[in-house]
């Protein structure tokens, strides 16, 4: 487990030190320095979606809040050079940070479905040739650095780094609005060279911060924030006894069937004959009893569906012993041949035995 407040500024410890409570699960999948999404060669471009070397999920402009381009500029480095030619540019400037442009936010905002992951024409700003492709990778914000393509625990890690980006997210803002109210912000039209130093100024006034200053950012909404993410935390749970499918997309392909529970980025490659286990399941049927005879089908294939989000306990409106399995439609769920092996799997599992 990695503890959240390694790699952040200062600020964060001092302001919500229970931000380092968080066991947050090491994302080994999900590898920066040499993209996890980029295709095999010769891999099917479509299935699953690929990203390009030069692109992937970098194909994003942050939001960065005024003591965020602070540190970023007093750095002197390549990521401060970018940050300088940003703000030349102009347009999304504003006393409470540095964001994309409003033609930027329309062009992503029509093309981002497309060409996340890419495209060079939605690439950030700060983005070079070198480690990470990063040049701002220690004052990265909220969303990039808590997303990730892949998680080691499915859509139950995803819902951890969701509730880890809403209280960085949080904290970020609320110290930037609290920078406002004790600075003297330039105009909507200031020069460049106001704004570097009003950007310089917010992160040296963070730095000085003392218990006072705390106190009047440790404000309801940054606590309830910090107190969801520990919620969730806590939810992470054992296998239980009776579990129900929960895939989003499916596919066969190579004599096995590539499956996932909760984002077409991160696809596993499960027994070809995986239906007939989730067939089985119907929200009474213990999965042990429901394992049956087939090759490939054990405890271990159980964990490890569970683990990643495909398994899901029963709800309120899973029906007990119904045959109505729990999927969720996706864009790959409609193959006429699969949907076919699907209903004959139940079929079989459901009808009555001699």
Not at 39 to 58: M, N
Not at 87 to 111: C, F, M
Request: net charge negative.
């Amino acid at each position: 487990m990695a503890n959240l407040l390694d790699g952040m500024d200062k600020v964060y410890s001092k302001l919500v030190p229970e931000l380092g409570r968080a066991d947050m699960p090491v994302e080994n999948k999900a590898t920066c320095l040499t993209c996890a999404m980029a295709p095999k060669p010769g891999a099917d471009p479509e299935k699953p979606v690929a990203f390009t070397a030069r692109a992937r999920c970098c194909t994003y402009n942050p939001l960065l809040t005024n003591h965020v381009v602070g540190r970023i500029l007093r750095r002197n480095d390549r990521g401060a050079a970018l940050m300088r030619a940003r703000i030349e540019q102009g347009g999304g400037l504003s006393a409470n940070g540095v964001g994309p442009t409003a033609e930027w936010n329309d062009h992503y905002r029509k093309q981002a479905s497309v060409l996340f992951g890419r495209s060079d024409e939605l690439r950030c700003p700060y983005w070079a040739d070198e480690p990470h492709a990063c040049t701002i990778w220690r004052d990265r914000n909220a969303v990039c650095r808590t997303w990730f393509c892949k998680h080691e625990e499915g859509g139950r890690g995803r819902s951890l780094w969701m509730e880890a980006h809403d209280a960085i997210d949080r904290i970020d803002k609320t110290v930037a609005v609290y920078c406002v109210t004790l600075g003297d912000p330039p105009s909507e039209h200031a020069r460049p060279g106001q704004w570097v130093g009003w950007y310089r100024w917010c992160a040296e006034r963070v730095d000085l911060f003392d218990a006072y200053d705390l106190e009047r950012v440790r404000t309801r909404e940054v606590l309830e924030a910090v107190e969801r993410l520990e919620k969730v935390v806590t939810r992470r749970g054992p296998l239980p006894e009776v579990v129900v499918p929960s895939l989003l997309e499916w596919y066969p392909r190579d004599g096995a069937m590539l499956a996932t529970g909760y984002s077409a980025y991160d696809m596993d490659a499960l027994p070809a004959d995986l239906f007939v286990l989730l067939a089985r399941l119907d929200g009474k049927r213990p999965w042990r009893e429901a394992l049956g005879s087939e090759p490939g089908l054990d405890e271990a294939l159980v964990q490890r569906m569970w683990a990643r989000g495909m398994l899901a306990e029963p709800d309120e409106a899973f029906r007990e012993g119904s045959t109505a399995v729990a999927f969720r439609d996706g864009p790959w769920s409609g193959v006429p041949e699969f949907q076919e092996q699907i209903l004959t799997s139940l079929t079989a599992s459901f009808s009555p035995k001699d």
